[in-house]
C-alpha cells in the first residue's frame, strides 16, 4: 500500500477517520452521511488486492470512500484505530450514547431536508430499542 506524507494528504483534502474494530472490519461513524462505514481487514493467508496480509495488518490505512453522499471524500480517507472509539463502542452505554447521537444527527439532516428519510430514522430508532431490550 502506498503510503501518503502528510503534505500530500493535506494537499489531496484527505480526512483522517476515528475508528474501531469490530471482528474482523474497520468502521466508522461518518460525519457526511451519519452511517457507519465498514471496511473489511484481510486475514492471514488471503491475498486481497494484491496486497499479502501478514496477519497484523490492522486494516488502517487510505482507502476508497463508501460514502453515498455525492462529491463527498473524492479522494477517499484514511482509517486510523482510535483507543477512545474503541472503548466507546466495546462499551454498551457508549454503543447506545453513539446509536442516539447518530438518531440525532439523521434528524437534524431531515430536518435540512437532506437526502434522507423518515423510515431511516424509524429504522434506527428500531435498531437502538432492539439493542436496548434484546434479551438474547
Ligand atoms: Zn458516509
Redesign the pocket.
Known sequence: MIELTRESQHALSIPTMRCFRRKNQIVFN?P??G?M?YHGIPSAGHVTFGREPTGDDNGEGHRVS????EG?FPNGYILKLDPDEQAIHDDQEGRIFSLEARIARLESKVAQNFNMEEKEIIKLKEKVEDFLYATD
Open positions: 461518518c457526511e452521511c452511517e462505514h463508501h460514502c453515498m453522499v463527498a
